[in-house]
Nanobody, 125 residues
Framework: QVQLVESGGGLVQAGGSLMLSCAYS????????MGWFRQAPLKEREFVAA????????LYAESVKGRFTVSRDNTKRTMYLRMISLKSEDTAVYYC??????????????????WGQGTQVTVSS
């Protein structure tokens, strides 16, 4: 089972930017499709972005398209989420997730079997 550890969250003003990181521990990291999800207070967990095992194929929620960029570096066993033009509605706990041995990109949380503990992102207006 892969261990996932998110970092990079914090407090930022609206219009600002943050870079989240998700470090994964498993040696054969190239076999994992990965994604970012978020959960705001009193709301359901929602899809944010996803990447295939190589990082070449990506998918975004409409609400973040053009503002967020997902990438990964398998040599460093790290996935990233670059967030710019942040809005107050981006405030949430952000989770990374992995899906072992699956080709493609996935927006559905049920496709992922491993989850990190989350990192808080707070955007002040």
């Amino acid at each position: 089972q892969v261990q996932l550890v998110e970092s990079g969250g914090g407090l930022v003003q609206a219009g600002g930017s943050l870079m989240l990181s998700c470090a994964y521990s498993r040696r054969h990291s190239e076999r994992y499709a990965m994604g970012w999800f978020r959960q705001a207070p009193l709301k359901e967990r929602e899809f944010v972005a996803a990447t295939d095992w190589s990082g070449h194929d990506t998918l975004y929620a409409e609400s973040v398209k053009g503002r967020f960029t997902v990438s990964r570096d398998n040599t460093k066993r790290t996935m990233y989420l670059r967030m710019i033009s942040l809005k107050s509605e981006d405030t949430a706990v952000y989770y990374c997730a992995s899906a072992y041995g699956k080709l493609g990109v996935f927006w559905n949380a049920s496709q992922y079997e491993n989850w990190g503990q989350g990192t808080q992102v707070t955007v002040s207006s």
